[in-house]
């Protein structure tokens, strides 16, 4: 049977990687929306892309938050 710190390092683990991906699809949508406006309203490109970019730091925050808890979690 596993050591009760090994299980709490695979769940460490499977917390970072759902993190990573919730991440993933929550980014993707945000840069497609901020490239098709881009492409319909040139003018207004870089105000789409500051505005991408802003959004796009935020969930990285949130998700570098989610994978330190995980760790930390992980180490008691």
């Known amino acids: 049977m596993m050591e009760s710190k090994a ?4 769940a460490a683990g499977l917390g970072v990687g759902i993190t990573v991906f919730g ?3 929550g980014i993707g ?4 929306a901020a490239l098709e ?5 040139p003018e207004t ?3 789409a892309r500051t505005t991408m970019i802003i959004g796009a730091a935020l969930i990285e925050g949130v998700a ?4 330190l808890i ?3 979690l992980a180490n008691k």
């Open 45 to 47: 490109a870089k105000d």
């Open 37 to 41: 406006a881009g492409a319909r309203q």
């Open 23 to 25: 991440v993933g699809t």
């Open 7 to 10: 299980l709490a390092w695979l």
């Open 29 to 32: 949508p945000l840069v497609a």
């Open 64 to 67: 570098l938050l989610a994978c």
């Open 70 to 72: 995980c760790i930390i």
